[in-house]
């Protein structure tokens, strides 16, 4: 059974502050990895999709890195602002699956002004 | 970007009445929708899978009598809680995959339940 990790669970920073948000996972066979954003009370915003063939995706101030062979993978945040201030939730489908998703438990971020 | 609705936002009810909550794709058609699970602060549990047109996959622990899920059509599912108590208080989230080509997941906005 597929089992997903992320630490730390809750992270505060300073506004401008570059970090990394760390998912690990037990399964290595996976179809690819995705990182969402949840805002408090709300439902999930899709930040990044990564295949297994790829090690990286990048989309404006976030890059989220691959690594199948170790089961991990991380988010990185540059520049931070307080509108990053959310919850980020790692998933992958599970072994033999494409379609359904197992999150980890997820990173709470504060980006104090 | 592809747009999951749910419906509705917020529901507060009393113990032993029954809850439906619809969850529409509204701009693509969705062959196989998902139903989560969220507790105050812990993650997303998958609840059931749910397919158009045939009987909803239930996750192991997950009562399917208690959970209805009903797959009508190609946009819409629904989510009965049958008899509710406050230990099913939670926030509900739907998700639902566009056709195949795009593996991205889209995500309802969810449903926070309240059972009094």
């Known amino acids: 059974k597929q089992e997903v990790t992320q630490i730390p669970a809750a992270l505060s920073v300073p506004e401008g502050e570059n970090l990394v948000l760390n998912c690990s996972f037990t399964?290595?066979?996976?179809?690819?990895l995705q990182w969402f954003r949840q805002d408090p009370g709300k439902g999930l915003t899709s930040l990044l999709l990564i295949q297994s063939s790829q090690r990286e995706q990048t989309s404006g101030r976030l890059n989220a890195s691959l690594d199948k062979s170790s089961g991990r993978s991380t988010l990185y945040i540059a520049a931070s602002q307080p509108g990053d201030s959310a919850t980020y939730l790692c998933a992958v489908p599970p072994p033999g699956s494409a379609r359904q998703l197992t999150f980890g438990s997820g990173t709470q971020l504060t980006v104090l002004p | 970007g592809a747009v999951v609705s749910q419906h509705p936002s917020w529901v507060i009810c009393k113990s032993g009445t029954s809850v439906k909550i619809e969850c529409r794709s509204l701009?693509?058609?969705?062959?196989?929708m998902f139903w989560y699970r969220q507790f105050p602060k812990q993650s997303l549990m998958l609840m059931a899978t749910?397919?158009?047109?045939?009987?909803?996959?239930?996750e192991q622990g997950v009562e399917k009598d208690k959970f209805l899920i009903n797959h009508a059509s190609l946009t819409l599912s629904t989510l009965t809680v049958t008899s509710a108590h406050p230990e099913d208080s939670s926030f509900y989230i739907c998700?639902?995959?566009?056709?195949?080509?795009?593996?991205?997941?889209?995500f309802g906005p969810g449903t926070r339940l309240l059972v009094l």
């Open positions: 998700s639902a995959r566009p056709p195949i080509g795009q593996e991205t997941q889209y």
């Open positions: 399964d290595s066979a996976i179809y690819n």
């Open positions: 749910s397919n158009e047109g045939s009987k909803a996959t239930y």
């Open positions: 701009d693509f058609q969705a062959t196989t």
